[in-house]
């Protein structure tokens, strides 16, 4: 990067590395359940999200506690119905995140 402009390389080259260590992170833990991985369009971090229709909370703490990410964030909705749950760190230089929202009865929302 020169001149303090970001260029569609750089964008190119974070995305690359975000696919990559999304690679890393499917080959480190291949029994893990699956969920749905986006690599995003403008910093390149990967952002996971549970969206499983039984159990996403504890799917969500399976995934936060693989790869280690920082303390879980629980959000209530606006309507105090559903609960969403945060978790981020970075791993090999990407922010990765998983995120999951689920009703008190454990129900994921769509």
């Known amino acids: 990067m020169t001149g303090?402009?970001?260029?569609q390389a750089?964008?190119?080259r974070w995305q690359q590395r975000a696919a990559g260590q999304?690679?890393?992170i499917l080959a480190a833990?291949?029994?893990?359940?699956?969920?749905?991985?986006?690599?995003?369009?403008?910093?390149?971090a990967l952002s996971g999200q549970v969206l499983?229709?039984?159990g996403p909370r504890r799917l969500f703490g399976q995934w936060q506690r693989a790869l280690g990410l920082g303390e879980v964030t629980e959000t209530p909705s606006a309507a105090g119905t559903p609960v969403y749950l945060h978790a981020?760190?970075?791993?090999?230089?990407?922010?990765?995140?998983?995120?999951?929202?689920?009703?008190?009865?454990?129900?994921?929302?769509?």
Do not use: E
Not at 4 to 7: A, C, F, K
Not at 34 to 44: E, F
């Open 4 to 7: 303090g402009w970001i260029t």
């Open 10 to 12: 750089d964008r190119v």
């Open 29 to 44: 833990h291949p029994d893990m359940p699956v969920i749905a991985w986006t690599v995003t369009a403008s910093g390149g």
């Open 22 to 24: 999304l690679a890393a």
């Open 52 to 54: 499983a229709p039984a």
């Open 88 to 110: 981020r760190g970075v791993l090999g230089g990407v922010t990765v995140s998983v995120t999951a929202a689920v009703f008190d009865g454990g129900q994921d929302i769509r």
